[in-house]
């Protein structure tokens, strides 16, 4: 598991240096040719480990629900996020690794419901939806660097 969970903070940290890299207004545009931004994608990582960790095995996570409903799967970008907004999203970018962690190695996931994601892999226990969170987040950063491109 320590495996896993250092790939995870090693794309955590990745997707981190954007908030560097490029300004409020950078992380908000949306490129001619894209459906959604730099920021939306990083709501978008937060929101679907919370759903896929957390909601698959029946707990409530860490998340509120109007955050989960701007950056769930099937979403796009509704309008600019604010300074405070980006401030969040950040803070909660990495802060979710160690509560998870904490969570995990604390025993807290006792069930998994098994599924099938919408891109196809069948996620049939915890340790699945741990793997495919990080498959998911390297996905979301080859987006991300595609979209830099044209910021």
Not at 21 to 42: A, H, M, R, V
Not at 87 to 99: D, F, G, V, W, Y
Request: negative net charge; proline residues 1%.
């Amino acid at each position: 598991m320590e495996s896993v969970f250092t790939v995870w903070e090693t794309s955590r940290n990745l997707y981190l240096d954007y908030f560097d890299k490029y300004t409020l207004e950078q992380l908000n545009k949306i490129p001619n040719g894209f459906n959604n931004n730099l920021i939306w994608n990083i709501g978008h990582i937060i929101v679907a480990q919370q759903a896929l960790i957390y909601k698959g095995s029946n707990l409530k996570g860490y998340i509120s629900d109007e955050l989960f409903e701007l950056y769930k799967h099937g979403t796009k970008p509704t309008g600019l996020i604010t300074e405070s907004e980006m401030e969040a999203l950040k803070i909660l970018l990495i802060s979710m690794i160690e509560k998870t962690k904490t969570d995990f190695y604390n025993g807290i996931f006792n069930t998994y419901n098994e599924r099938m994601t919408g891109t196809g892999f069948y996620l049939s226990s915890l340790m699945d939806a741990f793997e495919f969170n990080n498959y998911h987040e390297g996905l979301h950063l080859g987006h991300m660097m595609s979209i830099r491109k044209f910021i």
